[in-house]
């Protein structure tokens, strides 16, 4: 079981903001470790979308963005698009565990 | 650009141990600039972390496994490995490696599927 929540899935029409939070606690998120954002596309391997709770790598466009406070996270998606429809994962340390992931978030298209 | 492949059997017996080697290719597995990551996704579930490993030789495991794994790196084959052993069906999951520059997972390798029957 992760010590990471995330709600299991969110939706929204072209166009909107849709965000996904990840919570945590005083032991990872809140202990000040960065968070950081997967994108996971149907059958294929997982890609970095933010590192740091904050950075975007290079190639991923700047509707995603990352911010992080107390002892959770969120990642934003701005002007969503039909090829954002995927799963996402938050990724942080946490004291005890070391290397965690978040539970996992689907986003739909609607 | 760095790429990492996962190699290894698909098939994997109860009890007997899971083996997959990572190859690195684009950079050398031996830089400081880098560690390097096994995670893995049971069908239809999320992400867990297993374990890394560092430049330096030093290994940090996700304790809920860390009595049954080993991380290994072969810098003359530019190759980093993985061994579980005592599997269970618990096991059967797609196995990723993956490099971190970042403290996150940059890079990640395409996955392989390993089941765990008899």
Redesign the interface.
Known sequence: Q?VLTQPPSVSGAPGQRVTISCTGSSSNIGAGY?V?W?QQLPG?????LI??NS?R?SGVPDRFSGSKSGTSASLAITGLQAEDEADY?C?SYDS?????????TKVTVL | QLQLQESGPGLVKPSETLSLTCTVSGGSISSSSYYW?W?RQPPGK????IG?IYYSGST????SLKSRVTISVDTSKNQFSLKLSSVTAADTAVY?CASSV??????????TMVTVSS
């Open positions: 992760s960065d950081h997967y294929t391997a997982p890609k970095l590192y740091g950075n790598p994962y990724q005890s565990l070391s290397d965690v992931f978040g539970t996992g | 990551g995670i999320g992400l867990e972390w890394s940090y495991y996700n304790p990723y970042t403290n996150a997972f940059d890079i990640w390798g395409q996955g």
